[in-house]
């Protein structure tokens, strides 16, 4: 390709083309033949193909590209092919390395453009290693290390008690199924909790109560099927004897036996010296294989890129030109929602993670949460997390990313060990920060999937009981119920849905309406918490009356009534139609001084059209609004306000709808004026 003509330092800030691709986040398509036809003119265009021609062919006519330069000042380019979408395209890192670089405030070189990094994660690349033995001998470095010298993940002292049951794996032709009490192994005794996706399809060899005695006799490793196969080899290989497996170590038909180990959970992964994750199978029957060549990280592509530093040279004059150009492939479609080298930022920034489908299950989310520490065995490579460190095999040192307050950024998400909450907010008041903790759980924990609706609870259980355990005096075993804590009520009402249902069939009957499991979909929070502005609770809790199901009320399945003191404002509704055809619903106060608290309703049960969706709704009920002080004016900028339906023959009895969320009014309040046209519609009623 053409050398420009003539290259002037910075020369490139000029054109349209390379200009788009270095600008903000993602904010405008550069066709591929448009940068091209511009590096005959353009210093940058000119290395930005030299570079592109390492990657993709640039005679391709349909390729598109979108570019930023990023935090770490890198540029990162998507290449958008033509059966690519933005969504799916390849993502890349490029930098250039400067040996010494005198001017500390150089961010590109003069002449191309190119942004010079200061880290360079090129250099921590390390080829994975090709047998099982070496793979797992570095995971084992890995857990060794932890147990002997990491402070923070052994400073939790607590004496777990120990699983029911564990399957003893030292035999290498078969696996026994023992109790712990019966052979008097000591509290402490190391074994590895493994998490894993059973399948839609059945497939699991499973402990019955007709096949308990021979389980504990001994279990053919040729019967299992190849997940938990992979999950010995495993273990073996780190020198572990004991594996708790919940198929094999629990009564699957004997309700009793499950319903007192489900809690126990917190036991029994927090317990465990490792939780071992098969990060990459969705069904028992595929295992968890280490992943082949194909599928592992790409290692980065380092080379010199040549270029005449100002006119063009004499013909036969070599160009003295010359940078050491990095292309670091951002692993878009691999392992992203997974700590360590994959928690990289994305291309995308698509939280799906589309290798390992275990981050996208109900029930791993808390046997991560819970566990000190946890292996992956991910289709790519083998990636580790702990509350001290985060490692990955294809990379020489695990991302040492850190708050501002120096906790790591895995704190909230990922483990109760490491959760700090004294950090999460320096400047709001602990009752808001203890709430906002929760909520982020919650909407975390969401939008998994499980096969069962009535588990919506049930597989948060483990992480309910750990909570009680670390702040008794915060969260309560009493206030607990229905997925929600009663001191939080009020901030816990305001939450609405997003997404996909996470089940095949949802049954809202089995949780209380005003309680987040009983919508089936992902849900997000409002959080006061973030606002700083004088938030205003308008809604009091005056009661919780918690009415268990027959059955007994599996792991907060039953009826819920709360009563509430709060404004509840009588409604009408109106559908709003828009251009092709778009509609939705927008519901008003009756009361014409609350006129400016209309908004579009977010429904809990989307699926209606809006002609349909929301007839039964009569109320609204102000739950929260900010800001707020009662001799100051100001203009509300958001109300959080639930859509309520009345129970037929109840007095003054509810159930939630949907939300609706306010914007900004065009007009100003003084808090008590504010206060003074509420104060007709603040009554006392039930939602059921």
């Known amino acids: 390709m053409a050398v420009p003509a003539v290259a002037r330092p910075k020369e490139w800030q000029h054109c349209p083309y390379c200009k788009g691709l270095f600008g903000d986040v993602y904010d405008e398509r550069v066709l591929l033949p448009d940068v091209v036809a511009s590096a005959s003119q353009c210093a940058r265009c000119w290395a930005l193909c030299e570079v592109l021609s390492h990657l993709t062919d640039t005679n391709e006519p349909n390729t ?320 580790w997390t702990c509350a001290s460190e985060v490692q990955c095999e294809c990379r020489e040192n695990g991302p040492q990313t850190k708050t501002r307050d120096g906790d790591r950024v895995f704190t909230r998400r990922y483990s109760i060990s490491h959760l700090s909450v004294n950090k999460l907010f320096a400047k709001a008041s602990m009752d808001k920060t203890y709430s906002f903790l929760w909520t982020d759980i919650a909407s975390t924990y969401s939008s998994r999937l499980l096969t069962q609706f009535g588990d919506r609870l049930a597989a948060l259980q483990g992480i309910s009981v750990a909570l009680q355990r670390k702040w008794p005096h915060i969260y309560s075993k009493e206030d607990y119920a229905f997925g929600c804590w009663r001191p939080f009520l009020a901030d816990l009402l305001v939450w609405q849905v997003s997404g996909e249902p996470v089940s095949a069939q949802v049954d809202k009957e089995l949780f209380p309406s005003w309680a987040w499991p009983s919508c089936g979909r992902p849900i997000s929070f409002t959080s006061w918490v973030w606002y700083g502005v004088d938030p205003k609770t308008w809604v009091r809790v005056l009661d919780l009356e918690v009415i268990q199901s027959e059955d007994g009320g599996a792991f907060g399945q039953g009826k819920g009534i709360i009563t509430l003191r709060a404004p509840l404002i009588p409604a009408k509704r109106e559908v709003i139609k828009y251009d092709e055809g778009v509609e939705e619903v927008v519901l008003t106060p009756k009361d014409k001084q609350l006129s400016f608290m209309a908004g579009a309703a977010s429904f809990d049960h989307p699926g209606d059209s809006p002609s349909v969706a929301g007839n039964e709704v009569t109320h609204l009920v102000l739950l929260a609004s900010y800001p707020f002080q009662l001799l100051k004016r100001t203009r509300p900028l958001s109300c959080a306000l639930l859509s309520v339906a009345p129970v037929p023959g109840r007095d003054k009895e509810f159930r939630r709808v949907g939300m609706v969320t306010v914007p900004r009014a065009d007009r100003a309040f003084l808090g008590f004026h504010l206060q003074r046209i509420l104060s007709p519609h603040v009554t006392r009623f039930k939602l059921v």
């Open 64 to 383: 598109t590209l979108v570019g930023s330069i990023w935090h770490d000042n890198t540029l990162e380019i998507g290449v958008i092919g033509p059966e690519d979408t933005f969504e799916t395209a390849v993502g890349y890192k490029i930098y250039l390395v400067v040996d010494e670089v005198k001017d500390k405030r150089l961010r590109s070189d003069a002449m191309l453009g190119i942004p010079i990094a200061v880290a360079h994660s090129h250099e921590k690349f390390r080829p994975i290693k090709g047998s099982p033995q070496e793979r797992f001998a570095l995971a084992k470095t890995w857990l060794s290390d932890c147990i002997s010298s990491h402070e923070t993940c052994n400073k939790d002292k607590a004496e777990y008690v120990l699983p029911r049951r564990l399957l003893d794996i030292s035999d290498s032709e078969s696996i026994r199924l023992i109790t712990t009490e019966v052979c008097r192994l000591p509290q402490g005794t190391p074994y590895v909790a493994l998490s894993y996706c059973w399948g839609k399809h059945g497939g699991n060899l499973c402990t019955y109560s007709t096949n308990l005695d021979q389980h504990a006799t001994g279990i053919p490793i040729a019967s299992l099927p190849q997940t938990i196969k992979d999950a010995i080899v495993a273990c073996r290989h780190l020198g572990q004897r004991y594996l708790w497996v919940d198929a094999l170590c629990i009564i699957q038909d004997d309700a009793d036996d499950k319903n007192s180990q489900i809690p126990q959970m917190a036991d029994i992964y927090s317990g465990a010296v490792l939780a071992l994750s098969a990060a990459g199978s969705s069904s028992v029957l595929e295992g968890c294989p280490l992943g082949p060549p194909e599928m592992q990280p790409v290692p980065p592509k380092v080379f010199e890129l040549s270029y005449p530093p100002g006119p063009p040279s004499p013909v036969g004059e070599k160009p003295v030109g010359k940078v050491k150009v990095v292309i670091d492939r951002i692993e878009h479609e691999r392992c992203r929602s997974l700590p360590g080298h994959w928690a990289r930022e994305t291309f995308d920034q698509d939280p799906k993670d589309l290798l390992n489908v275990i981050e996208e299950r109900g029930w791993t989310f808390q046997e991560r949460f819970l566990a000190k520490r946890t292996l992956y065995i991910g289709k790519g490579e083998l990636s």
